[in-house]
C-alpha cells in the first residue's frame, strides 16, 4: 500500500523551487509594507507636526517599539509558515518581547503626559482607519502564507494579522495629529488583543492545509 | 546514490531537482522512520499505515519548504506530529459523537429488559436477590408500571439517582442470568 502510494508520490515529482529563507521573506514582507507606507504617505500626506513629535523622546520611542513589532512579527510570521519553524524556533518568539517593550513604552509615556493631553474628539474611528488600512497587507500575507505548510497555523494566522495591524498602526501615528497617549493605548493598542485573536480564528480557516 | 544509508538531506536536494529515484528512496526511509514513531502511538496497525500515508502525501506537499539545508528528520517529525494531532483530534472527536449518553444509555436499558422476550415475573426470582432498593426500583417501575419519575417521588429520591440505581439493578441482573 506505502510502495503504491510512494510510486504514485515519485511520478510527480518535478523539479520544484525551494521556499525563500524566512528571514528573505521575512525581508520582502517588510519592504512591501514599506512600499505601502510611503505610498499611503504620499498621497495623503502625514502629520504637520512629526517633525516636532520626533523631538518628544516617548513619541520616538514608540514610533521604534512599533518597529519593533513589525520586524518581530514579520519574522515570526515567516518562520511559522514552515512546517518545523525552519528550525529556529527561539526567533518565532520575537514579538513577545516587542510587545512587551511597547507596554514598558507606553507605560512610561503616560506616565509622562503630565498634565494629559485632550482626548481627540473621534475614538473607535481610529481602530476603523487602522483596521481598513491593514486590510491589504494582511490579505497579501495569508495569500503568500497559504502556499507554505504551517503547522502552526492558529498562530501564523494571528502574528500575520498583528504584523498587518502594526503597519496600520504605524501609519495612523505617524498620520494623525493626535498626542493623547490614553486615546492611543485605548484605540490604536488595545484593539491588537482582538486582532490576535481574529488572526488565531483565520490562520484555522486559511492556513490550515 | 539511492543506498539505504545515504544522507536524508541530500536525498531531498536531489528530489527537489528533479532525481525520481532520489525521492523513491528519501520516503521510502521516511517511511521506515516513522513507522514506529506511529505504532508507539496508535492501536491497530491499519490506523498506522492510513496516518502513514497521510504523512507522506503531506511531505510531499510540503517538500518545497525545505531547502535541504537543515536537517531533514525535525522537518519531516514537525509534520509527522503535526498529522498525527489531527488524526488523533478527529478520532476523539469522532468517539465523542458516536458515544452514547449516559442519561440516554438508562432511559434505553429498561427497554432493552422488556425486549429481551422475558417478562417480569420470569425473572421475579432473581430480582428478589439484588440489593432491597434495586428490587423495589424495579419491581415498582417493571410490575407497577411506575416511570422513574413517580419511583423517585414514591420512594424520596431524586430522578437521576433512581435512574442510576436501574442502570446497576440491571446491570447485576444481567450478570445473574447469563451465569
Given at each position: 500500500m506505502i510502495d503504491n502510494l510512494i510510486d504514485s508520490l515519485i511520478a510527480d515529482a518535478v523539479e520544484l523551487k525551494p521556499a525563500p529563507h524566512p528571514f528573505t521573506l521575512s525581508l520582502q514582507w517588510l519592504g512591501v509594507a514599506a512600499i505601502y507606507l510611503a505610498l499611503s504617505f504620499a498621497l495623503f500626506?502625514?502629520?504637520?507636526d512629526l517633525a516636532a513629535q520626533f523631538h518628544q523622546p516617548w513619541f520616538t520611542a514608540e514610533i521604534a517599539a512599533l518597529l519593533c513589532i513589525l520586524v518581530a512579527t514579520s519574522l515570526s510570521a515567516a518562520l511559522l509558515v514552515f512546517p518545523d519553524l525552519h528550525q529556529l524556533r527561539g526567533f518565532a518568539f520575537a514579538p513577545l518581547a516587542a510587545f512587551v517593550l511597547l507596554i514598558v513604552v507606553l507605560f512610561f509615556a503616560w506616565q509622562a503626559d503630565t498634565p494629559p493631553a485632550l482626548l481627540p474628539v473621534h475614538s473607535f474611528e481610529c481602530t476603523i482607519s487602522i483596521a481598513l488600512f491593514s486590510l491589504l497587507p494582511a490579505g497579501g500575507m495569508f495569500f503568500v502564507m497559504h502556499h507554505f505548510a504551517s503547522t502552526h497555523y492558529r498562530w501564523a494566522g494571528s502574528v500575520a494579522l498583528l504584523f498587518a495591524f502594526s503597519v496600520g498602526a504605524l501609519w495612523l501615528r505617524l498620520f494623525e495629529v493626535n498626542n493623547s497617549i490614553v486615546h492611543v493605548i485605548e484605540w490604536?493598542?488595545?484593539?491588537m488583543l482582538a486582532i490576535g485573536v481574529t488572526g488565531m480564528w483565520l490562520g484555522k480557516k486559511i492556513l490550515k492545509w | 546514490m539511492t543506498g539505504k544509508n545515504d544522507n536524508l538531506e541530500v536525498l531531498m536536494q536531489l528530489a527537489l531537482k528533479g532525481d525520481q529515484r532520489a525521492y523513491a528512496s528519501l520516503l521510502q526511509q521516511t517511511s521506515h522512520l516513522l513507522r514506529p514513531y506511529l505504532a508507539r502511538r496508535l492501536n491497530s496497525a491499519g490506523e498506522v499505515d492510513d496516518l502513514l500515508q497521510e504523512i507522506l502525501i503531506s511531505i510531499h506537499k510540503a517538500?518545497?519548504?525545505?531547502?535541504?539545508?537543515?536537517?531533514y528528520k525535525p522537518w519531516a517529525y514537525a509534520i509527522a506530529k503535526f498529522r498525527l494531532s489531527d488524526f488523533l483530534r478527529a478520532h476523539y472527536a469522532d468517539q465523542l459523537y458516536h458515544a452514547v449518553d449516559f442519561d440516554e444509555l438508562e432511559e434505553m436499558l429498561p427497554e432493552d429488559v422488556t425486549e429481551t422476550g422475558f417478562s417480569y415475573e420470569s425473572i421475579h426470582a432473581e430480582v428478589q436477590k439484588l440489593p432491597e432498593k434495586q428490587a423495589a426500583i424495579l419491581a415498582m417501575m417493571h410490575?407497577?408500571?411506575?416511570?422513574a419519575k413517580e419511583v423517585a417521588a414514591k420512594m424520596e429520591m431524586n430522578e437521576s439517582a433512581v435512574k442510576v440505581a436501574a442502570h446497576r439493578a440491571y446491570k447485576l441482573l444481567r450478570k445473574m442470568l447469563e451465569r
Amino acid at each position: 500500500m506505502i510502495d503504491n502510494l510512494i510510486d504514485s508520490l515519485i511520478a510527480d515529482a518535478v523539479e520544484l523551487k525551494p521556499a525563500p529563507h524566512p528571514f528573505t521573506l521575512s525581508l520582502q514582507w517588510l519592504g512591501v509594507a514599506a512600499i505601502y507606507l510611503a505610498l499611503s504617505f504620499a498621497l495623503f500626506g502625514q502629520r504637520p507636526d512629526l517633525a516636532a513629535q520626533f523631538h518628544q523622546p516617548w513619541f520616538t520611542a514608540e514610533i521604534a517599539a512599533l518597529l519593533c513589532i513589525l520586524v518581530a512579527t514579520s519574522l515570526s510570521a515567516a518562520l511559522l509558515v514552515f512546517p518545523d519553524l525552519h528550525q529556529l524556533r527561539g526567533f518565532a518568539f520575537a514579538p513577545l518581547a516587542a510587545f512587551v517593550l511597547l507596554i514598558v513604552v507606553l507605560f512610561f509615556a503616560w506616565q509622562a503626559d503630565t498634565p494629559p493631553a485632550l482626548l481627540p474628539v473621534h475614538s473607535f474611528e481610529c481602530t476603523i482607519s487602522i483596521a481598513l488600512f491593514s486590510l491589504l497587507p494582511a490579505g497579501g500575507m495569508f495569500f503568500v502564507m497559504h502556499h507554505f505548510a504551517s503547522t502552526h497555523y492558529r498562530w501564523a494566522g494571528s502574528v500575520a494579522l498583528l504584523f498587518a495591524f502594526s503597519v496600520g498602526a504605524l501609519w495612523l501615528r505617524l498620520f494623525e495629529v493626535n498626542n493623547s497617549i490614553v486615546h492611543v493605548i485605548e484605540w490604536h493598542y488595545l484593539p491588537m488583543l482582538a486582532i490576535g485573536v481574529t488572526g488565531m480564528w483565520l490562520g484555522k480557516k486559511i492556513l490550515k492545509w | 546514490m539511492t543506498g539505504k544509508n545515504d544522507n536524508l538531506e541530500v536525498l531531498m536536494q536531489l528530489a527537489l531537482k528533479g532525481d525520481q529515484r532520489a525521492y523513491a528512496s528519501l520516503l521510502q526511509q521516511t517511511s521506515h522512520l516513522l513507522r514506529p514513531y506511529l505504532a508507539r502511538r496508535l492501536n491497530s496497525a491499519g490506523e498506522v499505515d492510513d496516518l502513514l500515508q497521510e504523512i507522506l502525501i503531506s511531505i510531499h506537499k510540503a517538500r518545497h519548504t525545505y531547502d535541504g539545508n537543515r536537517p531533514y528528520k525535525p522537518w519531516a517529525y514537525a509534520i509527522a506530529k503535526f498529522r498525527l494531532s489531527d488524526f488523533l483530534r478527529a478520532h476523539y472527536a469522532d468517539q465523542l459523537y458516536h458515544a452514547v449518553d449516559f442519561d440516554e444509555l438508562e432511559e434505553m436499558l429498561p427497554e432493552d429488559v422488556t425486549e429481551t422476550g422475558f417478562s417480569y415475573e420470569s425473572i421475579h426470582a432473581e430480582v428478589q436477590k439484588l440489593p432491597e432498593k434495586q428490587a423495589a426500583i424495579l419491581a415498582m417501575m417493571h410490575q407497577d408500571g411506575y416511570t422513574a419519575k413517580e419511583v423517585a417521588a414514591k420512594m424520596e429520591m431524586n430522578e437521576s439517582a433512581v435512574k442510576v440505581a436501574a442502570h446497576r439493578a440491571y446491570k447485576l441482573l444481567r450478570k445473574m442470568l447469563e451465569r
